[in-house]
């Protein structure tokens, strides 16, 4: 959409221990408890560890998923982030997603976010990018420095693990940008035509119903989850169909795209 190619994104939301950081620690994934055992959802194949029908409806919407999280709405992403990350909230899946874009909603209106949205198509230098953000983000490049992400760290609420304001984060997880003067800033894209066939590995024209694709060279069904049509005739896209952390030093980090 084209509210996705000049801002930034949803990664995701999830618990981390802190003050470590990403300093050699691993955050806490793939947690048994009040959600259910999650412990074997990598990847999310198994029923147990996809997003409920009800939570996708909510949040599968132009306003939200399909417009700053494309890979929620049309990839992988929501299932892959809710067993990994949201079964170690202690929260229910609607309400980890709910946190997640509250959180969202109240950082990109900051000055850092909002320098990298007015930067979109250009290139800036690494410190002034820095200076917006002060020491609370990690920035992650590519090969060609362009920027790939931005990490925020949180603290958490001790009773409710909800997240307050940023702490510094430390520069282990901007390695990748170290080596550039200067970070380019994704720009705005042109979007190309709706597709008129469909090839291996690439995405068809948008359905409603597999009889709509089969009007298509190539294609022989509606994707579930995508809604594109697919040359894929066995349908892979998956049905969109928590171990508590409580721990007082822990915060959490906020990723996003």
């Not at 990403?22 to 994934?29: E, I, M, T, V, Y």
């Not at 939570?55 to 067993?83: C, I, R």
């Not at 597709?195 to 024209?205: E, H, I, L, Q, Y």
Request: aromatic letters at 10%; proline letters at 8%; charged letters at 20%.
């Amino acid at each position: 959409g084209t509210f996705a190619v000049s801002h930034l994104s949803v990664h995701g939301l999830w618990p981390e221990y802190y003050p470590q950081g990403r300093n050699g620690s691993l955050w806490p994934q793939y947690c048994n408890g009040p959600a259910g055992d999650f412990h074997n959802c990598n990847p999310p194949v198994p029923a147990k560890c996809q997003v409920s029908s009800s939570t996708v409806a909510k949040f599968n919407t132009t306003d939200l998923w399909q417009s700053s999280g494309m890979e929620y709405a049309y990839g992988s992403l929501a299932p892959h982030q809710w067993s990994k990350h949201g079964s170690c909230s202690g929260w229910n899946e609607s309400y980890f997603f709910q946190v997640t874009y509250d959180t969202y909603d109240r950082l990109r209106i900051l000055p850092g976010p909002k320098s990298i949205e007015a930067a979109a198509g250009t290139s800036v230098s690494r410190s002034s990018l820095q200076s917006g953000f002060g020491k609370s983000a990690a920035f992650i490049c590519d090969d060609e420095c362009q920027l790939a992400e931005v990490w925020i760290m949180l603290e958490a609420d001790p009773k409710t693990q909800l997240p307050l304001g940023e702490v510094p984060y430390g520069d282990s997880a901007s390695k990748s940008c170290v080596k550039c003067k200067t970070i380019k800033i994704p720009g705005i894209r042109t979007c190309p035509p709706p597709a008129t066939s469909c090839k291996p590995f690439s995405m068809g024209p948008p359905c409603v119903s597999d009889a709509e694709c089969k009007k298509f060279k190539g294609c022989v069904r509606c994707g579930f989850t995508s809604k594109h049509c697919t040359d894929v005739v066995e349908d892979s896209d998956g049905g969109l169909s928590t171990d508590v952390v409580e721990d007082s030093d822990q915060g959490l980090s906020a990723s996003f795209v």
